[in-house]
């Protein structure tokens, strides 16, 4: 069963914006931290943004000013808001969970979604 679900990539030119989602599968009770993070082609996996308990937000040095994290404690949803997209912010945008509990009392440390798309064409 796929966990977490990214949606909103796609192709934006300079200067757009777009807002990216992940929602999570129905058996996740609670997260202690959600977040994103992206892979450009030939490039390590970085962090973009992430939130704890729904309230402290993190942001990666470049996308700071442009980018908004915000969640949804009730629905254990991430948005990802991308204004004044750039080139180099073309990459697969990953979500990410930390310190997860599903039912049953079933922990995990960590989810990570299949990745969703972004190309900001200059």
């Known amino acids: 069963q796929v966990q977490l679900v990214e949606s909103g990539g796609g192709l934006v030119q300079a200067g757009g914006s777009l807002r990216l989602s992940c929602a999570t599968s129905?058996?996740?009770?609670?997260?202690?931290?959600m977040g994103w993070f992206r892979q450009a082609p030939g490039k390590q996996r970085e962090l973009v943004a992430e939130?704890?308990?729904?309230?402290?937000?993190f942001y990666g040095d470049s996308v700071k000013g442009r980018f908004t994290i915000s969640g949804d404690n009730a629905k254990n949803t991430v948005y990802l808001q991308m204004n004044s997209l750039k080139p180099e912010d073309t990459a697969v945008y990953y979500c990410?969970?930390?310190?997860?509990?599903?039912?049953?009392?079933?922990?995990?440390?960590?989810?990570w979604g299949q990745g969703t798309l972004v190309t900001v064409s200059s």
């Open positions: 939130i704890v308990n729904g309230v402290h937000t």
């Open positions: 129905t058996n996740i009770i609670s997260i202690h931290t």
């Open positions: 990410h969970a930390q310190d997860v509990l599903r039912r049953f009392r079933d922990r995990v440390p960590e989810l």
